[in-house]
């Protein structure tokens, strides 16, 4: 079955250092969503990547989707405090209303500040 | 807009009992997911409806878990009999069924089984 694995799984940071996620799936994908879970929180939608190649940004957070559409980052430049927790990559296969999300591991992000 | 509904909020049981947990998605949404998440991983997905079809369900162990959407709205997950290993946090989501399918999630049901 389809398989999405994410690297790293933790990432330790200083406050104002810049953190990557990387996100690799064994097939080609319709699309990816990325969501972020707080501690003790539920996972809430980031963003949705479609086009292969396609970067997208929201403040300081930058998000890539890999010509094949087979890999994925998402890129936090100068970390904040709030920035704390784990960021899943969900990828989705099929079409219509037979597709799969499946979600990677996640990357547990911690701040020190 | 209300958000995803999701109760009880925490369950303590036994295991070998049943336990059951309800779900209300946004108005409107076609698509309703429950998922399984372990400790330090990604939810895991156990069962899709599209309005009170079901799409996917081939994660689901069905000799102990089933769920049910009756009428296209709000979803109940049971389980029984429990074992330890289905200590988890059950999240439900819902999407509209448009292009994007964003998923909206509830605030899970903690599940602890002794």
């Known amino acids: 079955g389809q398989q999405v694995m994410q690297i790293p799984q933790y990432q330790h940071v200083q406050e104002g250092e810049d953190f990557t996620t990387y996100c690799n799936s064994s097939?080609?994908?319709?699309?990816i969503q990325w969501y972020k879970q707080r501690p003790g929180g539920h996972p809430v939608f980031l963003i949705q990547?479609?086009?292969?190649?396609e970067v997208k940004k929201q403040k300081r957070l930058t998000f890539q989707f890999g010509e094949a559409k087979k890999n994925s980052s998402l890129h936090i430049t100068a970390t904040q405090t709030t920035d704390v927790g784990t960021y899943f990559c969900?990828?989705?296969?099929?079409?219509?209303?037979?597709?799969?999300?499946?979600f990677g591991k996640g990357t547990l992000l911690t701040v020190n500040p | 807009e209300a958000g995803v509904a999701q109760s009880p909020r925490y369950k303590i049981i036994e295991k070998r009992q049943s336990v059951a947990f309800w779900c209300n998605p946004i108005?409107?949404?076609?698509?309703l997911y429950w998922y399984q998440q372990i400790l330090g991983q990604g939810p895991k997905l156990l069962i899709q409806?599209?309005?009170?079809?079901?799409?996917?369900d081939s994660q689901l162990p069905k000799d102990r878990f089933s769920a049910e959407r009756l009428k296209g709205v709000d979803s109940t997950l049971k389980i029984q009999p429990a074992k330890l290993e289905d200590s988890a946090v059950y999240l439900c989501?819902?999407?509209?069924?448009?292009?994007?399918?964003?998923?909206?999630f509830g605030s899970g049901t903690q599940l602890s089984v002794l």
């Open positions: 989501a819902s999407s509209e069924g448009t292009a994007i399918e964003k998923l909206f």
């Open positions: 097939t080609t994908l319709s699309n």
């Open positions: 990547l479609v086009k292969s190649g």
């Open positions: 969900a990828g989705r296969t099929g079409g219509g209303s037979n597709y799969k999300l499946t």
């Open positions: 108005s409107g949404h076609a698509t």
């Open positions: 409806f599209q309005n009170n079809g079901v799409v996917d």
